[in-house]
């Protein structure tokens, strides 16, 4: 199917009191990290059934829906994109991955990161060269940093933990609340499955990461150790 006929199907399930409610929601006022961003008020179990009844739009369509101006069109690309991706053999496999990252700049806001990066970014790279996240961590733009701590959960959740605790270092002083929740998630992810690796990496940093960072990472800890890990910041 072609975009505009998505794009249209999208506009007819908008709710503009939705819509007023999300802009609140992810911070599109003047300074906030989603400053302008546009919604149409549909909420995601909407978007998600919307990802079946359009299978099958080609890739050229689907990056149409991407560079939408509405958010949740974007969301709609991005759980199109996922799904192929999970269907494709590798060659598409290896273009959705490249599409990917050629479209960062409309990957703007954290649910648009964290419901793709890793089923994309980090299903790619699972076995492959990991340069690519290094130079995402590395990045001015905000997403493409969050991008690149987020494609690691695939990682995680495969019970490789080295690149995360790489890109959670990269990233331990980096500036943005976002950025700091995203690595502490990513560090509690990890000592769900492999504790012993997380306080490895806490031991030596846990003192001068952003409080943020720490409380999450630590969130899942029994009330004593995580106590002990705060008060010894003070």
């Known amino acids: 199917m072609k975009a505009e006929a998505i794009s249209r199907t999208m506009h007819r399930l908008s709710n503009p009191a939705d819509a007023i409610s999300a802009q609140r929601f992810f911070k599109t006022g003047k300074g906030e990290y989603g400053e302008g961003d546009i919604f149409l008020g549909i909420r ?31 969301l709609l690309a991005l759980l199109m994109m996922v799904d192929l991706f999970q269907r494709s053999e590798q060659q598409t496999q290896k273009t959705i991955f490249s599409t990917y990252l050629s479209c960062t700049a409309f990957i703007n806001n954290w649910d648009l990161v964290d419901l793709s990066a890793d089923k994309i970014v980090g299903a790619w790279l699972l076995n492959r060269d990991k340069a690519p996240l290094y130079q995402l961590a590395k990045s001015e733009l905000l997403w493409e940093r969050r991008i690149a701590i987020l494609a690691t959960f695939h990682f995680i959740r495969n019970g490789r933990f080295d690149t995360t605790m790489e890109i959670a270092d990269l990233l331990l002083n980096d500036g943005h609340d976002l950025i700091h929740k995203a690595v502490g998630w990513m560090l509690r992810e990890t000592g769900n499955r492999d504790l012993a690796t997380e306080e490895t990496f806490l031991k030596s940093r846990y003192k001068n990461m952003p409080r943020t960072m720490l409380r999450y990472a630590i969130e ?13 910041r003070i």
């Open 44 to 74: 995601v179990p909407q978007i998600r059934n919307q990802v079946k009844t359009f299978r099958g739009t080609a890739l050229p369509e689907i990056r149409k829906l991407l560079e939408s101006k509405y958010h949740e069109i974007r």
């Open 220 to 232: 899942k800890f029994p009330a004593p150790r995580r106590q002990a890990y705060l008060k010894s």
